[in-house]
């Protein structure tokens, strides 16, 4: 309801918030919930202080080194106690920071659902059991001549992380089925990356702890297992778009020291490049061409920014890729297939010619034949394993962008190209002489090409030319990054395109399901525009939403049949799950919460909706002393009332509501709310009542808009919406106003009058015992905290106790939603659901006044 505030007698003054509890306090409560975290992370501090790997790394000839794990000291010196000590001592001083902050955090979580106890077991059994398995492991495999095991055998392990990760993971098997799914799926793709591609002993036995975590989960739980359970649309695309962005991630993974070890690793090198001196290289290769210069030419050809950019081109779209995926958009399953199939050529057009090493005990050893094929078949088999994947489940990435949003990308994406291309054409052309080696029309052509590809497809499209003079060696470096960075922000905007469009036949059918019932009292508020329609299959029932930044905000209650309430919000949710949507149903009434209780999902108060009803009011006894004088004040001052619609009243009558609204609307600096406020749009629809007030010389006083619920094809109650009031209006009109309207509406066998929601307001009397089983703390402080800020700017405490002076019923206001991670999306959306068309400086001005 979009409103000025009443020029009554001020509200009284908000009761002061509560203090913040003192630091001392906050940190004594996270101790008294995880003091084995606690006490790890100090302990840790204290392990690093003593030996000194605070401020460097551990080194052979170090101390540090009786503590650690490996061949050379668990076997090779006999220290059996390594696989319990490493677990305390952190190797370096990125791996203290790493392992300290997960003791406080990763660490904290899995004590909360296993409990302080059983947390110090599970990080004892799977960090120790996994160290010792891992070394017993590289030891047996090194004695075999396995070449990686070779290659890691004299390294050692000073890692209290392989620790953390299995108690993480044993933890899961107590924590809910969505949590329980997302811990094990987050952990075990980070941990199988590290493995496949980074290789250091490290990686491995955390793999082992991880396993371990697994088993001992199900201990603990009593030999109980979980059944897999058939994910949703939603889960089966995060799974789809986690192995695809790990496929991405990989190769940078393998660049970390250590590095290079993993079975994956191969692939890291084709993002290395040879640094060698352009000058000297340009120079020689001028006065001479032979074999030797192209290959300096083409190491030349890759130095810069805009080459190293170019280079990583392939994992850039394929983060892209996974990002489409997790949304189910059908452009991202074909940039899928495209870059993977590319990533299959990749390293055969870019193969080193020379022979492949591995670095083992110091020395270079020729790889054995079989290794070095192993690699280059891993190398073919992860993106052509992605394309299966892909394949697999194409079913489940079919939402498609709109035509005109297609056209749109396609003419950027090619006139930019064009512009691009020509650019550096011309200028090559233009400056042939300056290309070393020199070059003809052709290789300058097949050079513009060359320009939009990673360094790695160089080989296939013919001899490398380099130019010396500064415009074209410009372009040459930048055309390349330029067009995929344009490529990248369209696909991103494609990706929020989707066709969700509002036609005529759906507003007339949500409009006759409204006057058959359903909806609520707000439920007109769905024929505004902004909102879209779901329709059941049999169209007896329906919901008004919309989309923005893929959650989709419900208005109201569904509009269908009280004993069809069940389905028609599970059908609605199955169908936000087949679009990648997040559901949030906005503004309902508690007679729902049931339906969303046995889902499992949450809910949060958002408001109070204040009822009157007409055929028992009456004005009488002191509580509506108030509004008897007020509505007195008005008779005195024969101040005379019109009930009517937009269509029905003269152009003057129409200019008058016009230019009342644009001076309200003019004095205020602060962004006009949408959504479930209402402006001079809404109240213009034929069904929308108007109530208005004019004094005894004509003049419009006020004026507020009234929306229609219906029972049976019958008006039984109307919703307050707009309301303005002059300047120079007498003191109390909207009292008035109000009264007025009711005694016309008990007159007409009106049920319900709804003074509509009061946004973040709390009804007099309620306690945190009136919120729902469940809900989270921190969200009441955050809404009374965003109450308590706006209320500066939009005086919805103000316009609450102004409406408190009818002598209302109260029905709470929900919002439910499917789980708390998305809680920060559903905020931002509905936030911009209310300020959606606000400039800059409305946004300032809203600073402004929450400052002051």
Same mark, same amino acid.
Request: aromatic share 10%; with cysteine.
């Given at each position: 309801? @979009?409103?000025?505030?009443?020029?009554?007698?001020?509200?009284?003054?908000?009761? $002061?918030?509560?203090?913040? $509890? $003192?630091?001392?306090?906050?940190?004594?409560?996270?101790?008294?919930?995880?003091?084995?975290?606690?006490?790890l992370?100090?302990?840790?501090?204290?392990?690093?202080?003593?030996?000194?790997?605070?401020?460097?790394?551990?080194t052979?000839?170090?101390?540090?080194?009786?503590?650690?794990?490996?061949?050379?000291?668990?076997?090779?010196?006999?220290y059996?106690?390594?696989?319990?000590?490493?677990?305390?001592?952190?190797?370096?001083?990125?791996?203290?920071?790493?392992?300290?902050?997960?003791a406080?955090?990763?660490?904290? /979580?899995?004590?909360?659902?296993?409990?302080?106890?059983?947390?110090?077991v599970?990080?004892?059994?799977?960090?120790?059991v996994g160290?010792?398995?891992?070394?017993?492991?590289?030891?047996?495999?090194?004695?075999?001549?396995?070449?990686?095991?070779?290659?890691?055998?004299?390294?050692?392990?000073?890692?209290?992380?392989?620790?953390?990760?299995?108690?993480?993971?044993?933890? @899961?098997?107590?924590?809910?089925?969505?949590?329980?799914?997302?811990?094990?799926?987050?952990?075990?793709?980070? /941990?199988?990356?590290?493995?496949?591609?980074?290789?250091?002993?490290?990686?491995?036995?955390?793999?082992?702890?991880a396993?371990?975590?697994?088993?001992?989960?199900?201990?603990?739980?009593?030999?109980?297992?979980?059944?897999?359970?058939?994910?949703?649309?939603?889960?089966?695309?995060?799974?789809?778009?986690?192995?695809?962005?790990?496929?991405?991630?990989?190769?940078?993974?393998?660049?970390?020291?250590?590095?290079?070890?993993?079975?994956?690793?191969?692939?890291?090198?084709?993002?290395?490049?040879?640094? %060698?001196?352009?000058?000297?290289v340009?120079?020689?290769?001028?006065?001479?061409?032979t074999?030797?210069?192209?290959?300096?030419?083409?190491?030349?050809?890759?130095?810069?920014?805009?080459?190293?950019?170019?280079?990583?081109?392939?994992?850039?779209?394929?983060?892209?890729?996974?990002?489409?995926?997790?949304?189910?958009?059908h452009?991202?399953?074909l940039?899928?297939?495209?870059?993977?199939?590319?990533?299959?050529?990749?390293?055969?057009t870019?193969?080193?010619?020379?022979?492949?090493?591995?670095? %083992?005990?110091?020395?270079?050893a020729?790889?054995?034949?079989?290794?070095?094929?192993?690699?280059?078949?891993?190398?073919?088999?992860?993106?052509?394993?992605?394309?299966?994947?892909?394949?697999?489940?194409?079913?489940?990435?079919?939402?498609?962008?709109?035509?005109?949003?297609?056209?749109?990308?396609?003419? !950027?994406?090619?006139?930019?190209?064009?512009?691009?291309?020509?650019?550096?054409?011309?200028?090559?052309?233009?400056?042939?002489?300056?290309?070393?080696?020199?070059?003809?029309i052709?290789?300058?052509?097949?050079?513009t090409?060359?320009?939009?590809?990673?360094?790695?497809?160089?080989?296939?499209?013919?001899?490398?030319?380099?130019?010396?003079?500064?415009?074209?060696?410009?372009?040459?470096?930048? %055309?390349?990054?330029?067009?995929?960075?344009?490529?990248?922000?369209?696909?991103?905007?494609?990706?929020?395109?989707?066709?969700?469009?509002?036609?005529?036949?759906?507003?007339?059918?949500?409009?006759?399901?409204l006057? %058959?019932? +359903?909806?609520?009292?707000?439920g007109?508020?769905?024929?505004w525009?902004?909102?879209?329609y779901?329709?059941?299959?049999?169209?007896?029932a329906? *919901?008004?939403?919309?989309?923005?930044?893929?959650?989709?905000?419900?208005?109201?209650?569904?509009?269908?049949?009280?004993?069809?309430?069940?389905?028609?919000?599970?059908?609605?949710?199955?169908?936000?799950?087949?679009?990648?949507?997040?559901?949030?149903?906005?503004?309902?009434?508690?007679?729902? !919460?049931?339906?969303?209780?046995?889902?499992?999902?949450?809910?949060?108060? =958002?408001? &109070?909706?204040?009822?009157?009803?007409?055929?028992?009011?009456?004005?009488? +006894?002191?509580?509506?002393?108030?509004?008897?004088?007020?509505?007195?004040?008005?008779?005195k001052?024969?101040?005379?009332?019109?009930?009517?619609?937009?269509?029905?009243?003269?152009?003057?009558?129409?200019?008058?509501?016009?230019?009342?609204?644009?001076?309200?609307?003019?004095?205020?600096?602060?962004?006009?709310?949408?959504?479930?406020?209402?402006?001079?749009?809404?109240?213009?629809?034929?069904?929308?009542?108007?109530?208005?007030?004019?004094?005894?010389?004509?003049?419009?006083?006020a004026?507020? @808009?009234?929306?229609?619920?219906?029972?049976?094809?019958?008006?039984? +109650?109307?919703?307050?919406?707009?309301?303005?009031?002059?300047?120079?209006?007498?003191?109390?009109?909207?009292?008035?106003?109000?009264?007025?309207?009711?005694q016309?509406?008990?007159?007409?066998?009106? &049920?319900?009058?709804?003074?509509? +929601?009061?946004?973040?307001a709390?009804k007099?009397?309620?306690?945190?015992?009136d919120?729902?089983?469940?809900?989270?703390?921190?969200?009441d402080?955050?809404?009374?905290?965003?109450?308590k800020?706006?209320?500066?700017?939009?005086?919805f405490?103000?316009?609450?106790?102004?409406?408190?002076?009818?002598? $209302?019923?109260?029905e709470t206001?929900?919002?439910?939603?499917?789980?708390? *991670?998305?809680?920060?999306s559903?905020?931002?959306?509905?936030?911009?659901?209310?300020?959606?068309?606000?400039?800059a400086?409305?946004? =300032?001005?809203?600073?402004?006044?929450?400052?002051?």
């Amino acid at each position: 309801m @979009s409103t000025a505030p009443p020029n009554t007698a001020p509200a009284p003054p908000a009761a $002061p918030s509560p203090e913040r $509890p $003192p630091a001392w306090a906050l940190l004594r409560a996270y101790v008294q919930v995880a003091p084995a975290s606690v006490a790890l992370a100090l302990i840790v501090l204290a392990t690093s202080l003593a030996t000194g790997t605070l401020w460097s790394a551990a080194t052979v000839g170090g101390g540090s080194l009786v503590w650690a794990a490996g061949v050379p000291t668990t076997i090779h010196a006999g220290y059996w106690w390594t696989p319990l000590t490493a677990l305390f001592v952190p190797e370096d001083p990125i791996q203290f920071v790493i392992s300290f902050v997960l003791a406080l955090t990763l660490l904290a /979580v899995a004590e909360r659902l296993l409990g302080t106890v059983r947390l110090v077991v599970a990080f004892l059994v799977t960090g120790v059991v996994g160290i010792t398995l891992g070394v017993v492991g590289q030891w047996a495999a090194a004695s075999v001549g396995e070449i990686l095991a070779r290659a890691t055998e004299f390294d050692f392990t000073l890692d209290p992380t392989i620790g953390i990760v299995g108690a993480l993971i044993a933890a @899961s098997a107590f924590a809910s089925t969505l949590w329980r799914r997302r811990i094990r799926l987050l952990t075990f793709a980070v /941990v199988v990356m590290f493995v496949l591609y980074n290789g250091d002993q490290n990686n491995v036995y955390r793999l082992i702890a991880a396993l371990l975590g697994l088993a001992l989960g199900v201990i603990l739980r009593r030999g109980r297992l979980h059944r897999m359970r058939r994910s949703s649309h939603a889960e089966t695309r995060n799974l789809v778009a986690a192995i695809v962005a790990i496929t991405a991630v990989g190769p940078l993974a393998a660049l970390l020291p250590p590095g290079g070890l993993g079975p994956l690793s191969f692939v890291a090198a084709l993002f290395l490049h040879r640094q %060698v001196d352009a000058v000297s290289v340009l120079a020689a290769c001028r006065a001479v061409d032979t074999s030797n210069c192209r290959d300096e030419l083409a190491a030349v050809a890759v130095q810069g920014v805009g080459p190293l950019l170019l280079t990583l081109l392939p994992l850039v779209l394929l983060i892209v890729t996974a990002i489409g995926l997790r949304r189910g958009r059908h452009f991202a399953w074909l940039l899928g297939i495209v870059v993977n199939a590319a990533m299959i050529v990749l390293p055969f057009t870019a193969l080193p010619g020379g022979e492949v090493t591995v670095q %083992v005990d110091g020395l270079d050893a020729l790889a054995p034949a079989i290794e070095v094929l192993l690699w280059l078949l891993a190398a073919f088999l992860v993106p052509l394993a992605t394309i299966v994947l892909l394949l697999a489940t194409r079913r489940q990435f079919q939402i498609r962008a709109p035509r005109d949003a297609v056209v749109r990308f396609t003419i !950027l994406i090619v006139v930019s190209f064009a512009l691009l291309a020509v650019a550096y054409l011309i200028a090559g052309l233009a400056t042939l002489g300056s290309f070393v080696p020199e070059a003809g029309i052709g290789d300058v052509f097949m050079s513009t090409l060359r320009r939009f590809v990673p360094s790695g497809f160089e080989s296939v499209l013919g001899p490398v030319i380099v130019p010396t003079a500064p415009i074209v060696l410009f372009l040459y470096q930048w %055309v390349g990054p330029a067009f995929w960075t344009i490529f990248v922000i369209g696909t991103m905007r494609l990706y929020r395109a989707t066709s969700t469009g509002r036609t005529l036949g759906d507003e007339l059918r949500f409009r006759e399901l409204l006057r %058959v019932g +359903g909806g609520g009292t707000l439920g007109f508020m769905g024929t505004w525009p902004g909102n879209v329609y779901w329709f059941s299959e049999d169209g007896e029932a329906a *919901v008004a939403y919309r989309v923005i930044n893929g959650v989709a905000i419900t208005l109201s209650d569904p509009v269908c049949p009280p004993d069809r309430a069940e389905q028609t919000i599970i059908d609605f949710i199955g169908f936000c799950d087949a679009n990648s949507w997040t559901p949030a149903f906005y503004s309902i009434h508690s007679s729902f !919460l049931p339906v969303f209780e046995s889902l499992g999902w949450q809910s949060v108060s =958002v408001g &109070e909706e204040t009822l009157m009803h007409p055929q028992t009011f009456d004005m009488q +006894g002191k509580p509506w002393q108030k509004v008897r004088q007020a509505h007195n004040r008005g008779v005195k001052e024969r101040i005379s009332t019109l009930w009517t619609t937009w269509d029905e009243l003269a152009p003057l009558q129409q200019s008058q509501i016009v230019s009342l609204s644009e001076q309200w609307v003019s004095e205020k600096e602060l962004p006009e709310m949408g959504f479930t406020l209402g402006g001079m749009a809404e109240l213009k629809d034929p069904e929308v009542r108007l109530y208005l007030a004019y004094d005894p010389q004509g003049d419009l006083q006020a004026v507020t @808009s009234w929306l229609p619920s219906w029972r049976d094809e019958r008006i039984v +109650g109307y919703t307050i919406d707009f309301m303005r009031r002059a300047d120079r209006s007498i003191p109390g009109i909207m009292e008035f106003v109000i009264a007025s309207a009711a005694q016309r509406m008990r007159g007409e066998g009106v &049920e319900v009058l709804s003074l509509s +929601g009061a946004p973040l307001a709390t009804k007099p009397g309620s306690t945190d015992d009136d919120s729902a089983e469940g809900e989270p703390a921190v969200i009441d402080r955050l809404l009374a905290f965003l109450a308590k800020t706006l209320e500066p700017a939009y005086g919805f405490a103000s316009l609450f106790s102004f409406k408190s002076k009818f002598n $209302p019923t109260y029905e709470t206001l929900w919002l439910a939603y499917p789980d708390a *991670v998305a809680l920060p999306s559903i905020g931002n959306a509905i936030g911009r659901a209310y300020l959606p068309d606000a400039n800059a400086k409305e946004y =300032v001005a809203l600073a402004k006044t929450l400052m002051r």
